[in-house]
């Protein structure tokens, strides 16, 4: 069941960008920061592909993704701003995010202070929900905001960088080629699933 989910939801993911271009990078990493789990780990690598084949341009591909994060924050940000930790904590399931999602953020901002909204936009899984702390702290917006584009940025260079060299390399593998797609999904099975059991097990446990 999970399987079938993960492939429909890698194919929605391929269809929106060969279709829409740098749009839709932008608006798939927009819909990954409004905190729905839509893992970024699919979606930049796929760009990066197609940076590969030249049917789009690198630098766009990994700006598009940093300006969507930008955008998703917003939203969540400003739940987090005007609904307070009371409102998350009662209504978080609602928009996807656990009590251990927010605890996770809150430790982050609690070490690092701002430039938590850094790093974080680096690191799989807790990038989705760093917002929401944000918000509820009301750390100033030009802060958060550039510190959330400049992170993106890089982890979009990260992943549309994978995607690349992913594509440069497809003619070695050729031969192989059935046997490469295979890995290739069942990786992304792997990785998709980590990340949803991850995340849904935490709102289940509450």
């Known amino acids: 069941m999970l399987d079938t989910i993960l492939i429909h939801l890698i194919n929605f993911i391929e269809h929106v960008i060969e279709l829409t271009g740098p749009f839709g990078i932008s608006l798939l990493m927009a819909i990954e920061s409004c905190n729905i789990p839509l893992p ?17 341009n690198f630098h766009t591909a990994a700006f598009a993704g940093a300006f ?11 739940i987090g701003y005007f609904g307070g930790r009371p409102f998350i904590e009662k209504y978080g399931k609602w928009f996807f995010v656990s009590k251990k999602d927010l605890e996770d953020a809150d430790k982050w901002v609690d070490k ?7 790093i974080c936009r680096m690191l799989p899984v807790i990038r989705t929900f760093i917002s929401l702390p944000a918000g509820i702290l009301r750390a100033r917006k030009r802060t958060f905001f550039t510190l959330t584009f400049l992170g993106s940025l890089i982890w979009s260079y990260l992943l549309v960088y ?14 192989l080629w059935h046997k490469f797609d295979a890995a290739i999904v069942a990786g ?19």
């Open 40 to 56: 970024s780990e699919t979606i930049l690598p796929f760009a990066g592909y197609l940076v590969s084949k030249g049917v789009m």
């Open 68 to 78: 969507g994060c930008v955008i998703g924050s917003i939203p969540s940000y400003y």
């Open 112 to 118: 690092y202070g701002d430039w938590a909204f850094f």
């Open 162 to 175: 994978v995607g690349v060299k992913m594509g440069e390399n497809m003619e070695m593998f050729k031969h």
């Open 188 to 206: 992304c099975i792997v990785l998709g699933g980590l990340y949803l059991y991850k995340h849904f097990k935490h709102l289940n446990e509450e």
